[in-house]
């Protein structure tokens, strides 16, 4: 085991180039980058909603020809295009290998401090809904195998589906609608993890004002995570279900809460494990980018989004490595639950 994951940590290295190669590739084939954004707020050209900014940046190479030339080049030189993409790209590389991201073009801080004071809301709103999943999801498709062909499997199959092809962020927008101020009603707040107020609450205040903002968009999150881990867990467990050694834990006398729970669940959550990596994948940097920017949320989904549209290079591969890297890491965290499980496993014979 200790050799595969080795290996595995190894392979991490040419994943994380090869991925930063083919954006760094496609970044400099984008119109408008931070140069073009500069000029444009030079010359009072920026503002306005994101999707102005397309006629703004492609403005900004006209805009620049009123400029002193020695200004446009000092600007190259500030954002570093005075350099060719090829120097840049082994720059940025030497920096990574040493974890240093840099500093964002318009924000004024280093890439590193807006990762770190970033991350606790995008943290917070991936652990409560993974939480939330995990916990409806399993009881409910072992239920559901159970009593698997009933009206209740039916209905709440039917359920399922919806919830599966409702995506997230139109659920967000519905639950907007319906809960904060769209209708009559006003119980939940659309902006922000906490309120304006909340230095001021007392402990208990501060819990309740903290989950009160994070119902609709941990509600908005769980609802394709729900509906995947709930067929996948019923699917496992009538697969086991139907194997002889149920057939024969069954003769034995054995109850059926023990036969379950006791002998079909350990060999059944193998393959919902399978499924944790690319949940928590989807949770904590797919799904959260909407989700935070629908929600006004500060996190790191919310500035990747936003750094993407200023082009703000630094902070955008910064996010982009942090969050290869993330999945990387929990995909190998998720082989290595296989062996916790079933100790059978043996991914270092595996390999050979």
Do not use: C
């Amino acid at each position: 085991m200790t050799a595969y994951i080795l290996r595995r940590l190894l392979l991490i290295i040419p994943t994380l180039l090869a991925i930063l190669l083919v954006n760094f590739a496609i970044v400099q084939a984008a119109p408008g980058g931070p140069v073009e954004q500069a000029v444009a707020r030079l010359q009072g050209l920026a503002g306005g909603a994101p999707g102005a900014r397309v006629e703004t940046v492609q403005n900004a190479s006209r805009a620049s020809r009123g400029l002193d030339p020695k200004l446009i080049e000092e600007i190259k030189r500030q954002y570093g295009f005075d350099k060719s993409a090829p120097e840049r790209l082994w720059l940025m590389l030497g920096q990574y290998a040493r974890l240093d991201f840099g500093s964002s073009f318009f924000r004024g801080a280093k890439v590193t401090d807006l990762i770190v004071d970033k991350l606790p809301v995008t943290l917070s709103l991936g652990f409560w809904a993974t939480l939330i999943t995990y916990l409806v999801s399993i009881p409910l498709g072992i239920r559901k195998a159970v009593h698997h062909g009933s009206r209740f499997d039916a209905w709440s199959s039917a359920l399922i589906v919806i919830g599966y092809a409702l995506p997230s962020f139109l659920f967000a927008l519905l639950l907007i609608v319906l809960f904060a101020g769209g209708t009559s009603l006003n119980w939940f707040p659309v902006r922000g993890l906490v309120s304006e107020n909340f230095a001021q609450l007392n402990l208990l205040g501060k819990v309740a004002d903290y989950f009160w903002h994070l119902v609709l968009p941990v509600s908005a999150l769980v609802i394709g995570g729900f509906a995947t881990l709930t067929l996948l867990t019923k699917n496992a467990f009538l697969d086991e279900i139907s194997r002889q050694y149920v057939v024969t834990a069954r003769a034995k006398g054995l109850s059926e809460r023990r036969v379950l729970y006791g002998h079909v669940l350990r060999n059944a959550m193998l393959l919902v494990v399978a499924g944790i990596p690319q949940a928590l994948i989807t949770v904590f940097f797919a799904g959260s980018l909407l989700i935070e920017v629908i929600f006004s949320l500060d996190g790191l989904g919310r500035m990747s989004y936003e750094a993407a549209v200023s082009r703000d290079y630094p902070v955008v591969f910064g996010t982009l490595f942090i969050f290869t890297l993330a999945g990387l890491l929990i995909r190998l965290l998720g082989d290595l639950a296989y062996t916790v499980l079933d100790p059978r496993i043996d991914f270092d014979a595996r390999s050979h």
